[in-house]
């Protein structure tokens, strides 16, 4: 046997060693790439999760928008349905079938508060549009030759509204091409960058005001730059962050928060039926219908004050008719005269000659007083709806104002809640004063305070007469307001948030759903996630608790 000598022996452990050396290493970077493997796959797994619950959480905020949709369409036959703020309706509803704490995905419907303090709370619920003023409705001021107000004083106490600024917002609206002073038509805004024409029609959307001359987007948002209701440091701070804000330790609000061109209301009974429309230029036709669904007794005041008006008022307040009215009234009495249709009588009356007034609301009913001829004798009827009663005119009025209208038009656009209503709003309304308009804001519950208590006593305000029935107003007063006038809307604006228990992504919508529609319209869906989540979750568990 070949014996090995020293010196190969010591160069075959070499080999050995150096063999071990490269195996050590080899070992020890493909550990680190299996370490480094994994870590990847392991943050790979959570962009999933995360992801995944994303996903969740924007699924969840757009079946909150669809499940107002629902509500909304259930109040549509139940007009006692609270949509206003309602916790357990709209507070942290579960999706799916829940699951360990944060793994639980919900949704939360919310309303932005107008007080815009630091510590301002959102409410529970949804918002009508009615809550702010329409300025579609600015041109009908301007051309309504009865009533005292212009356009300009009307918007005056909107925060940053200028008389230029509502001009512009005139021309823009009208079918004309001239411009009033301040104002701008169609020529100015074809002179731009990148020119367009004015609408000259009515405004489609709030955003379009951005289009008009001397609005700026910080005055139409305002200095709520993540659009929650809330005074957030970064909107009291002067310069140092975005948004320009004046830190005067209030939060101003944009134009966007007090006008709109979407306020609504259905003008049909909730049943499905047509109205009766107390303003119809065929009286015997209206007659009938009030007979048939009330009683002979309310037939006959009605049409009465439709014959010669209301002896208790003063001339220059009683109703006029409309153009379209007296042309049909023309038309019925020189038939008459040619003999064509006969004498009409309904209830003792002669109903031949055209009727000498119209309603401006039903509101003109209550304590008024006509004097007709019936079966041949003069007499003088006194309203079946008198303010000395309160309890029972509110549910009186209630019941007329579900029966009647006086228009024929199929939705009631631009009317104010006067619930709800900001009171640079409230202070829109033709013939509102700052004392009425304060007082309408000292009656209302505190906000946050008792929610239970505070719904007890909007149950009792679901008419406007209780401006009256309360001692706000006096009649002549509530009469003159009572064609703006509203508790209800139809179109409903809100937040929702699709968010997780203890943390996790957050998906932020706004929406409007049209609930004039049958079934109700999704009318935009809004993505303001970008915004920031905007609502803690300790504001979020803040709602539940109120």
């Not at 369409?73 to 206003?84: E, F, G, H, R």
């Not at 038509?185 to 709030?206: F, W």
């Not at 008198?386 to 631009?414: H, R, V």
């Amino acid at each position: 046997m070949r014996r090995l000598s020293a010196d190969s022996r010591w160069g075959s452990q070499r080999r050995g060693g150096f063999v071990l050396l490269v195996v050590t290493v080899v070992v020890i970077l493909l550990s680190l790439a299996a370490y480094s493997y994994l870590g990847e796959m392991d943050t790979e797994n959570r962009a999933a999760g995360m992801f995944g619950r994303d996903v969740e959480a924007r699924m969840a905020a757009e079946s909150g928008v669809e499940y107002v949709a629902a509500q909304i369409a259930l109040k549509q036959t139940d007009s006692t349905l609270d949509l206003y703020d309602d916790s357990a309706m709209f507070s942290r509803q579960p999706i799916g079938g829940g699951g360990e704490a944060r793994g639980q995905v919900r949704f939360s419907v919310l309303s932005p508060s107008m007080v815009g303090a630091f510590d301002s709370l959102p409410r529970a619920g949804l918002t009508t549009e009615t809550a702010r003023f329409n300025v579609n409705r600015l041109l009908e001021l301007e051309n309504d030759t009865d009533d005292t107000t212009d356009p300009y004083t009307a918007v005056s106490f909107i925060p940053n509204m200028s008389e230029d600024i509502c001009n512009a917002i005139l021309d823009w609206i009208d079918s004309d091409e001239e411009a009033r002073a301040g104002g701008a038509e169609s020529s100015t805004y074809e002179a731009l960058a990148v020119p367009y024409s004015a609408r000259n029609a009515p405004m489609q959307s709030i955003d379009e005001l951005l289009q008009v001359q001397g609005v700026t987007p910080q005055l139409f948002y305002g200095e709520d730059a993540n659009r929650n209701g809330q005074l957030d440091p970064n909107e009291d701070d002067g310069g140092e962050s975005a948004p320009a804000d004046d830190q005067d330790g209030a939060l101003d609000f944009g134009l966007r928060d007090y006008l709109t061109v979407s306020s609504r209301e259905r003008n049909i009974q909730t049943t499905g039926e047509k109205k009766i429309n107390i303003n119809n230029g065929i009286v015997a036709e209206m007659f009938d219908a009030l007979e048939e669904s009330f009683d002979t007794e309310t037939a006959t005041f009605v049409t009465g004050y439709r014959l010669t008006g209301d002896q208790q008022a003063d001339a220059q307040a009683q109703g006029k008719l409309t153009i379209e009215q007296q042309q049909l009234v023309d038309w019925i009495a020189k038939n008459l005269a040619n003999g064509e249709l006969g004498k009409v009588t309904r209830g003792g009356m002669d109903l031949s000659n055209p009727p000498q007034a119209s309603f401006r609301s039903m509101y003109d009913l209550i304590d008024a007083q006509v004097s007709v001829t019936v079966n041949g004798a003069a007499q003088t009827l006194n309203s079946p709806w008198s303010s000395t009663d309160p309890a029972g005119l509110m549910e009186q009025m209630l019941l007329l104002e579900e029966k009647l209208t006086w228009l024929n038009d199929e939705f009631i656009d631009g009317r104010i809640n006067v619930n709800i209503a900001p009171r640079e709003v409230l202070l829109a309304i033709p013939d509102m004063t700052e004392t009425i308009a304060d007082a309408i804001l000292g009656a209302r519950p505190p906000a946050g305070e008792n929610s239970v208590q505070a719904a007890q006593v909007m149950s009792l305000r679901r008419s406007p007469v209780w401006l009256l029935t309360e001692g706000l107003v006096d009649v002549p007063t509530f009469k003159r307001l009572g064609p703006w006038l509203t508790t209800t809307g139809d179109v409903y604006s809100f937040q929702v948030l699709g968010h997780f228990d203890q943390g996790g992504p957050t998906t932020r919508l706004e929406a409007m759903v049209d609930g004039t529609k049958k079934p109700p319209r999704i009318v935009f869906q809004r993505d303001l996630t970008g915004l920031g989540r905007g609502f803690a979750p300790a504001v979020l568990d803040g709602v539940i608790d109120e």
